[in-house]
């Protein structure tokens, strides 16, 4: 006679004393063996189902903001990734590149105006050095934006933050050294600090503030507006130091690659909208635009567009987007 499996034994025994137990009521039926097995057999489906589920959906969270930075960010913020903050009115320029002066605990940043305005975004089939995703194609802009006049430097970071101040020599140097994230959280802080709604520009707000309505691929000649791997001797470089665009926009070409707001995907431009576009809803990484000191020419062309996948920290400019006043009981 074959001798019962031992895990067999184990579950008539626990039924057997379930059924011990059981004796001192009437109507309960003491569970058979096989009847105990899948009674735990269930509860282990639901109990690793359970686990399978948060596991798959804390994937699906990560993904979705794209670091584990990122979904600090969430839970200080909410929904809103792009550092957004209740403003006050922003009154729109008057004409491209007016001057705006704020003064951040004693450092001086200066903001210049770029008017609403249609342009073509990409480059021609012809330009040296273009890439396939560069498609050209018309973009509206249907609210002008303020665009800080450089790179955010390292004083003008250390205001904002409340850090403490770099040694003069580095103060007008561009801070390149940050993820997305720190830039998207600069803005915040900007943003309570000032009252304004700071954010990254959109890649369309970028490019439309370094063409400043030219058409070619550098605001000027390149030795002349920025800073890269044919004069830059491997290094930083302070702001402002080379020839500004017709909307005095500097720096745009070259020094500090820039982040912008948008999520990145190679096949944005077929997907995207003629108004006020935003880029791809979904995607882990985020554009870099304008090259940096050690980029060659055509990467500091003024459609050239960059990766996060290869590029993981940089500079950046915040725009602060125009809010209208609000209108009164007699106007509405």
Request: hydrophobic share 35%; glycine share 10%.
């Amino acid at each position: 006679m074959k001798e019962k499996d031992p895990r067999f034994r184990s579950l008539e025994k626990m039924a057997a004393e379930a059924s011990k137990e059981a004796g001192k009521s009437k109507n309960f039926r003491a569970p058979t063996a096989w009847e105990y097995f899948w009674k735990r057999f269930g509860d282990s489906i639901l109990l690793w189902g359970l686990f399978f589920l948060l596991f798959a959906g804390f994937f699906w969270f990560w993904s979705w903001c794209g670091s584990f930075s990122g979904m600090v960010h969430f839970f200080q913020n909410g929904f809103s990734r792009d550092g957004d903050f209740t403003v006050k009115e922003v009154r729109q320029g008057e004409f491209a590149g007016q001057k705006r002066v704020l003064n951040i605990n004693g450092v001086e940043c200066v903001f210049r105006w770029c008017p609403r305005g249609t342009f073509r975004m990409g480059s021609p089939e012809n330009e040296k050095g273009r890439d396939d995703e560069e498609m050209q194609h018309r973009v509206v802009l249907t609210h002008g934006f303020w665009i800080l006049e450089t790179e955010v430097t390292r004083e003008l970071w250390a205001a904002v933050m409340e850090e403490t101040l770099p040694e003069e020599k580095e103060k007008r140097l561009p801070k390149a050294d940050l993820t997305w994230d720190e830039a998207i959280r600069f803005c915040e802080f900007f943003g309570r600090k000032t009252g304004y709604r700071a954010k990254l520009p959109t890649e369309a707000q970028w490019e439309y503030a370094c063409r400043a309505g030219s058409g070619r691929a550098f605001c000027g000649e390149l030795d002349g507006t920025g800073w890269y791997s044919g004069n830059a001797k491997g290094k930083l470089h302070p702001v402002k130091k080379k020839k500004g665009n017709l909307w005095f926009l500097y720096d745009m070409h070259g020094n500090a690659a820039e982040w912008c707001r948008d999520r990145y995907d190679e096949s944005a431009y077929a997907n995207s909208s003629e108004r006020d576009p935003s880029g791809p809803d979904r995607g882990r990484f985020r554009v870099l635009r304008g090259g940096n000191f050690e980029s060659k020419a055509t990467s500091c062309r003024a459609a050239a567009r960059e990766s996060q996948r290869n590029v993981s920290r940089a500079g950046f400019r915040p725009v602060v987007e125009f809010v209208p006043p609000k209108k009164t009981p007699r106007e509405k």
